[in-house]
């Protein structure tokens, strides 16, 4: 894959509109799980508060980032996705994105439109440099529902 493909990643709607527009920016001071992830390799950083409703599923989350456009764009991405899911769910669609960056041959249409926007990022496996810009939300979500589950267990 050449600077060409990487351009086209780049200048993918979904992408530059998550990455220009990004979604849930406000730091959420009342969050019941919170977790800070950073790539030592290039920088990027992500900050994530959840908030829970009485019945355990997400009702407000708050993101900020820096770091590259995919960095970026997937943590806006996955701010909006979690939004209603149970803890459950959200491991669910977790592995459901791996699978799709990381994973032998080409993900299926379900897969697919199962992930909504997130689904843009698809592109990322051709570039495995980017994988981890592409992960670190979820990495750094992950480290916040083991917390959360370690706190309240």
């Known amino acids: 894959m050449g600077p060409d493909e990487l351009d086209g990643l780049y200048r993918d709607e ?24 950073v790539n030592p390799f290039c920088g990027d950083e992500i900050h994530l508060q959840i908030k829970l409703d009485d019945r355990g599923r997400v009702s407000r989350v708050g993101y ?13 991405m996955v ?18 994105f791996r ?34 810009c592409a992960l670190l939300a979820w990495a750094t979500l992950d480290d916040g529902l083991v917390g959360y589950r370690r706190r309240d267990g």
Do not use: W, Y
């Not at 979904?14 to 800070?36: G, K, Q, S, Y």
């Not at 996705?81 to 669910?92: I, P, Q, V, Y």
């Open 14 to 37: 979904v992408i530059l509109d998550h990455r220009r527009n990004p979604r849930n920016p406000d730091l959420l001071e009342d969050a019941d799980i919170t977790a800070d992830g």
């Open 64 to 76: 900020q980032g820096a770091g590259c456009s995919i960095n970026q764009a997937a943590g806006s």
């Open 99 to 132: 699978e799709m960056l990381r994973g032998d041959g080409e993900p299926t249409r379900n897969q697919l439109s199962e992930l909504g926007d997130l689904a843009a990022l698809v592109g990322v496996r051709a570039f495995p440099v980017r994988i981890k």
């Open 79 to 96: 701010s909006e996705a979690m939004e209603g899911m149970t803890l459950d769910e959200l491991g669910a669609i977790s592995e459901a």
